[in-house]
């Protein structure tokens, strides 16, 4: 049986979609908007200096490949790429991750939101994951389209653990179609 994939001490497996050698790609519990992804190393380090220098370039080589690949599913003409390194940059996890958020043109009314709804949002999972609460949402479809409108932190509800692997499984598919 091969290892479980890890997010700290959480076992996301269900909820890889891309996999390195050094490194992974899962989905979000919560995302700010569609396609908003996590590129996380293996080796569960809570700061970027703890990797190697060849932990690094996989990493940074997955980001890459995993932006390109999003950016066509939701035909994005951007992405946000950001990691909080560090407890005091606003990281809850501490489990270095890599933010990776497809743009279009007017997903939020002010470009610099995206950041203050991805601070609100990594501190909702930091008490979410204290008080070991599951995921209460129904079904949704994996998204294929940008939104406009973004709802506020309290109104995204985390996502289901089989509404993640459903997304997880259909990202999966665009990158089993450009190896």
């Not at 891309?18 to 700010?32: C, D, E, G, R, T």
């Not at 990691?83 to 890599?98: E, F, N, S």
């Not at 479809?141 to 692997?165: F, N």
């Amino acid at each position: 049986m091969s290892k479980p994939f890890m997010f700290s001490a959480f076992n996301v497996t269900n909820q890889v979609f891309y996999q390195a050698k050094h490194s992974f790609a899962i989905v979000n519990l919560k995302p700010i908007l569609p396609g908003h992804v996590l590129v996380l190393p293996r080796r569960v380090v809570p700061r970027l200096r703890d990797l190697s220098q060849e932990e690094i370039g996989d990493l940074f080589e997955s980001v890459k490949k995993v932006q390109s690949i999003l950016e066509k599913v939701y035909t994005a003409t951007a992405s946000n790429i950001g990691i909080q390194d560090g407890k005091d940059a606003g990281q809850t996890v501490p489990h270095l991750h890599v933010h990776l958020i497809p743009r279009k043109k007017l997903d939020f009314n002010e470009n610099d939101e995206v950041y203050q709804h991805l601070e609100k949002a990594e501190a909702n999972l930091e008490s979410l994951q204290a008080t070991g609460k599951e995921a209460i949402v129904g079904d949704q479809a994996p998204p294929t389209s940008m939104k406009k409108s973004i709802p506020r932190d309290e109104d995204r509800q985390p996502r289901t653990p089989e509404v993640m692997q459903e997304e997880a499984t259909w990202l999966r598919s665009f990158f089993a179609q450009n190896q």
